[in-house]
């Protein structure tokens, strides 16, 4: 399942910096998590990092975008050979 980030966001900044996949982006008025990005830091940590160092906890699961573990890691295998081949 991916992560979505709430109405309760302050624009910190702090869950943007350590996105290892780069899926979170600066929206209007919140920040934003792209879904065919995220893939909860399966494959990279044993959480996901944006939840650990947002200081309003307002990053939670996307019930829109449902994965299981297997499909999270493939999701990080391809955004890596993606990033390998440009």
């Given at each position: 399942?991916?992560?979505m980030i709430n109405d309760e966001c302050i624009a910190c900044d702090a869950c943007r910096e350590e996105c290892p996949?780069?899926?979170i982006e600066e929206g209007d008025p919140i920040?934003?998590?792209d879904p065919d990005r995220c893939t909860e830091c399966v494959g990279i940590y044993d959480e996901p990092s944006c939840i650990a160092v947002?200081?309003?906890d307002c990053i939670v699961l996307d019930s829109d975008n449902v994965e299981s573990i297997a499909e999270l890691k493939f999701k990080h295998e391809q955004l890596m050979l993606s990033?390998?081949?440009e």
């Open positions: 399942m991916s992560l996949t780069d899926a920040y934003i998590i947002c200081p309003v990033e390998e081949q």
